[in-house]
C-alpha cells in the first residue's frame, strides 16, 4: 500500500470517527430552570438546553434539611408556581435523563 492510499483510508476513518462523535453532541440537550420572585409567588420557568420547554414535569421544593415544602408540575408554558416561604429553600427540577437542576432560594431575583 502506498503512502498516499494510506493517508486517504486514515483521512476516511478519522473524518468519520469525528463525524460520529459531533453528530451525537449535537442532539445532547440538558435541563435548565430560571427563577424569579413575583409578589408572593416563586415562578420557575423549565426547559431544555435545546429550547424545548418541560410541560407538565415534576419541579419540587426543600428546605435545607432536604424535607418537602411543595411539589408541583409546570404549566402550558413550561412554567412552575410555588408559593413563597419565610424559610430557606432550593427547588429541583429533576427530567430523569441527566443531573437535576437545582436553584437555591438566595439566587432568585425579583421580576
Do not use: Q, W
Not at 483521512?11 to 470517527?17: C, E, Q, R, Y
Not at 463525524?19 to 435541563?31: I, M, V, Y
Not at 429533576?94 to 439566587?107: F, K, L, M
Amino acid at each position: 500500500m502506498t503512502f498516499k492510499k494510506s493517508f486517504k483510508t486514515y483521512f476516511k476513518t478519522l473524518s468519520g470517527a469525528a463525524l460520529l462523535f459531533s453528530s451525537s453532541a449535537a442532539f445532547a440537550h440538558f435541563p435548565l430552570m430560571h427563577c424569579v420572585s413575583v409578589g408572593e409567588a416563586i415562578e420557575c420557568e423549565a426547559g431544555y438546553s435545546d429550547g424545548s420547554k418541560a410541560i407538565d414535569s415534576r419541579v419540587s421544593m426543600f428546605d435545607y434539611d432536604d424535607n418537602l415544602i411543595a411539589k408541583v408540575k409546570t404549566d402550558k408554558r413550561s412554567v412552575a408556581t410555588f408559593k413563597k416561604t419565610a424559610e430557606e429553600f432550593y427547588i429541583v427540577f429533576d427530567s430523569g435523563h441527566e443531573s437535576p437542576v437545582e436553584v437555591d432560594s438566595v439566587e432568585i431575583t425579583e421580576k
